[in-house]
């Protein structure tokens, strides 16, 4: 059936709505990640922490979910999974690095890398338990 997620894999042509969901919430996270820290809450350390890292999973797991079904939409699932993946995790570790560097007031936390990696492998699961992609 043309358009199953379970297709055989035959590449489609990519179309403008299949990136745009991935594409705005990158470009969300980077701009949640580029907020000065003194503009941040200032919470306690225990707060911070479950929060911080339930939010870095979840704004990930979306982000995640969100491009394999612009993959599944074109058909290119089956070959582009491991390089999305890998990306998407480069992606999270690139900007808690840029948070250290660039980012006024932030630093980078070993613990958010892990969410963001985290948020890569739920969105992962939630799109194969969602449209039965075992591919």
């Given amino acids: 059936m043309r358009g199953d997620l379970n297709d055989t894999g035959i590449s489609r042509e990519v179309q403008l709505r299949h990136v ?14 580029a907020i000065p820290g003194t503009d941040l809450p200032q919470e306690t350390l225990l707060d911070l922490l479950h929060a911080d890292k ?10 995640s979910s ?11 699932i089956r070959k582009y999974k491991w390089y999305a993946g890998l990306a998407l995790v480069l992606y999270g570790i690139g900007l808690e690095f840029a948070q250290d560097v660039w980012f006024v007031s932030r630093e980078a936390s070993w613990g958010d890398i892990l969410a ?9 699961g939630a799109f194969r338990g969602i449209y039965g992609c075992w591919n």
Avoid at 20 to 33: C, D, E, N, Q, S
């Fill in 54 to 63: 339930a939010i870095h999973l979840v704004m990930f797991a979306v982000l």
């Fill in 116 to 124: 963001d990696g985290a948020g890569v492998l739920a969105g992962r």
């Fill in 20 to 33: 745009v969901m991935p594409l705005t919430w990158a470009l969300l996270i980077l701009g949640l990640h």
């Fill in 66 to 76: 969100s491009v394999f079904v612009a993959l599944g939409k074109t058909g290119t």
